[in-house]
């Protein structure tokens, strides 16, 4: 899952809602870690030498385990992915 958008007409990136620029030398590491048996922390690393001053980490998200009984709904970040 990319956490960057892309607009093909002007071919300009940005990385959330907020219009975070990004370059052509950005590298996004994702990062999980878990905190105890039944929790995993997210967050992502940005490194863009052009862009930015040194490296940021963005919000760390907590995931916990559901119970396994549970049905996984499919979520979708765009229309166009229910096409495929």
Do not use: H
């Amino acid at each position: 899952m990319a956490p960057y958008s892309m607009d093909l007409r002007t071919r300009r990136v940005w990385l959330d809602n907020t219009g975070r620029p990004v370059g052509d030398k950005v590298r996004i590491t994702e990062t999980f870690r878990r905190l105890d048996y039944d929790t995993l922390e997210w967050s992502e690393t940005i490194d863009d030498p052009k862009i930015y001053t040194r490296p940021w980490q963005t919000m760390k998200i907590p995931m916990t385990l559901q119970d396994p009984r549970t049905d996984v709904l499919t979520r979708y970040c765009s229309p166009y992915e229910t096409d495929a």
